[in-house]
């Protein structure tokens, strides 16, 4: 009859449970490690308002990490993700091909649900191909205009949307591409044009590949926010 080594089963005990220990030990450091930094994120400037970057700041907050985010024009937030200077951008559509190809992570929560719209001063205009060889007005860096424009050959893309108002104001374009919640923001500046909604386009969260391990925290983080009727617009605590 075969005798129990206890030995063995007690060195095999020890080596389980420190190998559990480790592992737990591994992510309570990375998670330490990031807390110990704040996380750098960057919104478009003047596409959406500066609750959006408190209440995401908070939501991080409330993971025990801390992030901090940064108004930047499109381009320049979209080069400096690429060159790994950025941990993450708030607010790009899903499918943003380049970012897929690079290995991006883009959280599964939307960080903003949102309506593309054409502004113009002519009731009749209802979508992009009726401008019929007219001039559009687009934001530099915005994914989301590129595409709904791409068949459209008369287009001036533009560095702010103060300065694509003023034109629009001046009738120096004919259209303009915005959404909802820029067009809300602007108030009464642009009370006045016709607008139509043109699609919808949620907007995400992408970070870089470096953050696998707690993406998915602040992605749970935001959904929980969201799961109680908040929204990352409204306006911060």
């Known amino acids: 009859m075969e005798t129990l080594n206890l030995s063995a089963i007690a060195r ?3 080596g389980v449970v420190v190998s559990a220990i480790s592992a737990l030990l591994s992510v309570s450091m990375v998670h330490d490690a990031v807390a110990n930094e704040c996380l750098t994120f960057a919104t478009p400037e003047n596409t959406v308002g500066k609750q959006v970057a408190q209440n995401f700041e908070a939501v991080v907050a409330s993971t025990g990490l801390c992030a901090k985010v940064l108004d930047l024009p499109p ?7 690429r060159a790994g200077e950025l941990d993450g951008e708030l607010t790009r559509v899903m499918d943003y091909s380049d970012y897929e190809q690079r290995g991006m992570i883009r959280l599964a929560t939307p960080s903003i649900e949102g309506q593309a719209l054409l502004v113009s001063f002519d009731p009749t205009l209802k979508s992009v191909p009726e401008l019929d060889g007219r001039l559009l007005g687009m934001l530099r860096g915005i994914e989301w205009q590129r595409e709904m424009a791409r068949d459209h050959g008369n287009r001036v893309y533009l560095p702010n949307y103060s300065v694509m108002v003023e034109m629009l104001s001046l009738g120096r374009i004919d259209a303009m591409l915005i959404d909802n919640i820029t067009f809300k923001r602007l108030g009464g500046v642009l009370a006045s044009p016709s ?3 043109i699609g919808y386009r949620n907007v995400y969260i992408w970070m870089q590949p470096r953050h696998s391990d707690i993406a998915p925290i602040i992605s749970d983080a935001l ?10 617009l409204d306006p911060a605590d």
Do not use: N
Request: no cysteine; net charge positive; proline share 0%.
């Open 12 to 14: 095999v005990t020890v």
């Open 75 to 81: 381009e320049q937030s979209e080069r400096m993700f």
């Open 195 to 197: 607008r139509v909604i």
């Open 223 to 232: 959904a929980k926010f969201q799961s109680t009727g908040k929204s990352l």
